[in-house]
């Protein structure tokens, strides 16, 4: 079943491709006659180069086929409980509308027959990268498969790479596969932006979880049986928050190869703010580079503004290190990902607090209480709610001991509710100021 089932994809997306590259070849195609544009002709098959390389690591990887062999899908998911989508789904979408774009493309939501949301992905005629490439060749048509062959990698890619961190490929369509107009819509899962400014304003506990999923999405991405996979083009703007995960959704700047090099000076690693000294293997290349640079893009967009701030004080150390770590990357990404686990591992056992009842034992219990929020107008920040003080706590003892030193605080309720890690007691802190 599997084995069939993989050749079709590959034979579908190759024919486009070849046949596309026919097309780009300036032969004729489909009758029409084509100009010539040098430059974009280059460019054309240049990127033709690229998806074919990735076509070859893809077909040549070993046990591709045998998807319950590991996290590794090829077709995507049979076993998806909402099945694959295609160019027919398109027709039956309903409630368009606008949900971002870029330099590359377009990202429209619609509704499925069912009620499902889902993400479209496709080139965007009016973005920046279509216009400078018009405006430079003066052949829109041939701009476009330029850029849908970027979309066309991107597909290819998602397709292969299946991973909690990584956004759900629900189905494709390619269109004008023989013709110079070749199209390709992605139906993808629906996520919200990242927004940064919003993340900096929520409780630490969820700004770790961030960092935290984005370690093991590096992880995936350092050991996948691509090779070691980098994003070129590493931002918040390429990734979304879907139920409250991060997923990467941007991946036609994907790279699986590390660069050639003769000598060291050929594996500089540079950055705006620094240059790390990478060594050229005897194989001739830069062993190391691409996770290297996905770490250390790790830690200056978003370690650096989500770990530190407003961390438990006894895990400070550890996430000061974690920093420190990545920041000079004396850590690779296995090791990153453990310093995580053992601060998660740390946090979840409530970080040793007390046993001793300090503070609670200045405190009556009453059984049963309703929250009532016009009377119970305490505030704090960051909050799990917007009009309160909802925090996570380990403890009635660590619920007391905040109560106690706030001096407005007055009492504190104890409710049912987890946090992601599963900290046994969610305390939520209300009190009225009298
Ligand atoms: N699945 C999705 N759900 C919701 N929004 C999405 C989804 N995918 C992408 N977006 C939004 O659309 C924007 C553009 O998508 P994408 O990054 O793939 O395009 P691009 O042209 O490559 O962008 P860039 O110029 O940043 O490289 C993203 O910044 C993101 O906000
Ligand atoms: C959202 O995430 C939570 C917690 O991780 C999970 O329990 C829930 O099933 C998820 N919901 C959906 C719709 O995936
Ligand atoms: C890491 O720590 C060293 C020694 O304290 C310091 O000199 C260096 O600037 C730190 N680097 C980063 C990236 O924080
Ligand atoms: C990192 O961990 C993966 C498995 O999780 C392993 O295959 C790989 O060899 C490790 N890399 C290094 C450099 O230790
Ligand atoms: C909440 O408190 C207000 C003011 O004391 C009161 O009028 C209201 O009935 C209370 N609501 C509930 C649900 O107990």
Same mark, same amino acid.
């Given at each position: ?34 100009? &010539?544009?040098? %430059?974009? @002709?280059?460019?054309?098959?240049? #990127? /033709?180069?690229?998806?074919? $390389?990735?076509?070859?690591? !893809? ?64 080139? &965007?005629?009016? %973005?920046? @990268?279509?216009?400078?490439?018009? #405006? /430079?060749?003066?052949?829109? $048509?041939?701009?476009?498969? !330029? ?288």
């Amino acid at each position: 079943m599997k084995g069939p089932a993989l050749l079709s994809v590959c034979v579908l997306v190759a024919l486009g491709l070849y046949l596309g590259g026919l097309c780009g070849d300036r032969r004729n195609c489909r009758g029409k006659s084509i100009r &010539h544009i040098p %430059g974009l @002709d280059r460019e054309i098959t240049e #990127r /033709r180069g690229d998806l074919l $390389t990735l076509y070859r690591s !893809l077909l040549g990887v070993p046990g591709m086929e045998e998807t319950q062999q590991s996290s590794w899908r090829f077709p995507p998911q049979t076993e998806d409980k909402h099945g694959t989508l295609n160019c027919q789904h398109l027709g039956g979408l309903t409630g368009l509308g606008y949900v971002g774009s870029g330099f590359t493309k377009l990202v429209l939501k619609g509704t499925l027959p069912g009620g499902r949301e889902i993400a479209l992905k496709s080139v &965007h005629s009016e %973005g920046n @990268d279509m216009t400078s490439c018009a #405006r /430079r060749y003066g052949d829109p $048509t041939g701009c476009y498969r !330029l850029a849908t062959y970027k979309l066309h990698k991107e597909v290819t890619l998602l397709h292969a790479l299946r991973h909690p961190g990584v956004i759900t490929l629900h189905g494709q369509c390619y269109e004008n596969i023989i013709a110079p107009d070749f199209r390709v819509t992605a139906m993808l899962e629906l996520g919200s932006p990242l927004e940064m400014i919003q993340l900096l304003q929520t409780p630490w506990e969820k700004r770790f979880k961030i960092c935290l999923e984005l370690v093991n999405l590096l992880h995936y991405l350092a050991n996948s049986p691509l090779g070691s996979i980098a994003l070129l083009d590493f931002q918040p703007r390429q990734f979304v928050l879907v139920n409250e995960s991060l997923k990467v959704t941007d991946l036609d700047d994907a790279t699986m190869e590390e660069l050639p090099c003769r000598t060291d000076e050929d594996c500089a690693l540079e950055f705006p703010s620094k240059t790390f000294a990478i060594q050229c293997s005897s194989s001739k290349k830069c062993i190391g580079v691409n996770e290297k640079r996905n770490l250390f893009n790790a830690y200056r967009f978003f370690f650096t503004y989500l770990l530190p701030y407003a961390a438990p004080p006894a895990l400070q150390p550890f996430l000061l290190d974690i920093m420190n770590a990545t920041g000079e990357l004396r850590y690779g990404i296995n090791e990153t990902l453990e310093a995580f686990h053992k601060v998660l591992n740390l946090y979840k056992s409530g970080m040793n607090h007390r046993r001793k009842l300090l503070y609670l034992k200045d405190y009556m219990l009453i059984e049963g209480y309703r929250l009532n929020e016009t009377n119970d107008d305490y505030r704090c920040w960051p909050s799990y709610n917007y009009r309160g003080c909802l925090l996570s706590m380990h403890s009635a003892e660590e619920a007391a001991e905040f109560c106690t030193k706030h001096t407005n605080c007055r009492r504190f309720v104890i409710g049912q509710e987890q946090t992601w890690t599963g900290t046994p007691l969610t305390v939520v802190i209300v009190v009225k100021l009298r």
